[in-house]
């Protein structure tokens, strides 16, 4: 993955502009981002496993459940938005020529973290 992102050819593009386009139906994207996660087996595997672990582990009931849910979603949730507001940020910083660097530099981590795993398995 390394090797691939330091020798692949940058895509050439427009400068990024900080207007985009206003969707004309907001509530589509938090709706087909909803049914993709309903759709994904891999959440519901993970949150049996949360309620198996903190039954078990923690011993909690019905209440503590809601509770325990409630606050995992209210961070999830507020860590997302943080996540779009900083991003809308950033888009407005990063041109061609950063993204271009940054996957360069990223390319030579990949291939680092790759090396030492190699290197601490034999």
């Known amino acids: 993955m390394g090797i ?6 940058p895509v050439t593009s427009p400068e990024l502009n900080s207007s985009l386009p206003v969707a004309s139906k907001p509530l ?3 709706i087909k ?7 994904n087996p891999l959440s519901l595997v993970f949150w049996i ?5 903190a039954g ?3 011993g909690m009931h019905s209440q503590d459940f809601f509770l ?3 606050g995992v979603f209210f961070t999830a949730f507020s860590t997302d938005l943080l996540k ?4 809308g940020l950033l888009r407005k910083v990063l041109v061609s020529g950063a993204i271009f660097w940054i996957n ?3 390319g030579l981590v990949f291939m680092g973290i790759g090396c030492y795993v190699i290197y601490s398995v034999r």
């Open 28 to 30: 589509i994207l938090p």
């Open 56 to 58: 078990k582990t923690w």
């Open 104 to 106: 360069r530099v990223m």
């Open 33 to 39: 981002g909803y049914l993709i996660n309903i759709a």
């Open 84 to 87: 779009c507001y900083l991003s």
């Open 4 to 9: 691939t992102t330091l020798i692949r050819k």
């Open 68 to 70: 325990l849910f409630a």
């Open 49 to 53: 496993g949360i309620v198996g672990f």
